[in-house]
């Protein structure tokens, strides 16, 4: 059975750092693309970044571009969001999800991340 | 980007009856392989997201065969067949044929 679980959420200053996890489970890691997608307060999804299989081709949205990086371990089956420059419109509730090429088959429950002061 | 507009927006139900959401695109969303990546997700109260039909309308395992889906090119449709309270949440369709992937708005149920 598929499982995803995020970690490392929490309350930031604005212009501050954070790091989520996920931690997967269940299939072969490494064959899969990997997405991080967010739901701010109230508001829809947005897709925020994925990356393929063997980490080596990464995709971003336009305003997370030169801020945020997702990076993957494969020997240890985790994804990873480094987030740097952090503002309040980056509050969400963050999702991983297996898949990104073309659809997103699994999601674990997400992180919330707030910017506030 | 791809732009989803999903309506209606919300809709409530009577268990036992049909109900249909509908997903337009402002671009198509045949990829150049053949295939339509438009999918359909639930979001049930306070839980993250499950796919329904991938592909327009192919149910993933264990999605109950009163979920239906249809369309092509730019107009798609979700179609629930006898809704049961299970159902409620807020319902997305989201694309995959071009980059970045996109949602539609949500279209939450209520029984």
């Known amino acids: 059975e598929v499982h995803l679980v995020e970690s490392g959420g929490g309350l930031v200053q604005p212009e501050g750092s954070l790091r989520l996890s996920c931690a997967a489970s269940g299939f072969t890691f490494s064959n899969f693309y990997m997405t991080w997608v967010r739901q701010a307060p109230g508001k829809g999804l947005e897709w925020v970044a994925n990356?393929?299989?063997?980490?080596?081709?990464?995709y971003y949205l336009d305003s997370v571009k030169g801020r945020f990086t997702i990076s993957r371990d494969n020997a240890k089956n985790s994804l990873f969001l480094q987030m740097n420059s952090l503002t309040v419109d980056d509050t969400a509730v963050y999702y991983c999800?297996?898949?990104?090429?073309?659809?997103?088959?699994?999601w674990g429950q997400g992180a919330l991340v707030t910017v506030s002061s | 980007d791809v732009v989803l507009t999903q309506s209606p927006l919300s809709l409530s139900v009577t268990p036992g009856q049909p109900a249909s959401i509908s997903c337009k695109s402002n671009q198509n969303l045949l990829h150049r392989e053949g295939k339509t990546y438009l999918h359909w997700y639930l979001q049930k109260p306070g839980q993250s997201l499950q796919i329904l039909l991938y592909e327009i309308s192919s149910r993933f395992s264990g999605v109950p065969d009163r979920f239906s889906g249809s369309g092509s090119g730019t107009d798609f449709t979700l179609r629930i067949s006898r809704v049961e309270a299970e159902d409620v949440g807020i319902y997305y369709c989201?694309?995959?044929?071009?980059?970045?992937?996109?949602f539609g708005q949500g279209t939450r149920l209520e029984i």
């Open positions: 990356v393929n299989g063997n980490g080596n081709a990464e």
């Open positions: 999800a297996r898949g990104g090429a073309y659809d997103l088959f699994f």
């Open positions: 989201m694309q995959g044929t071009h980059l970045p992937l996109t």
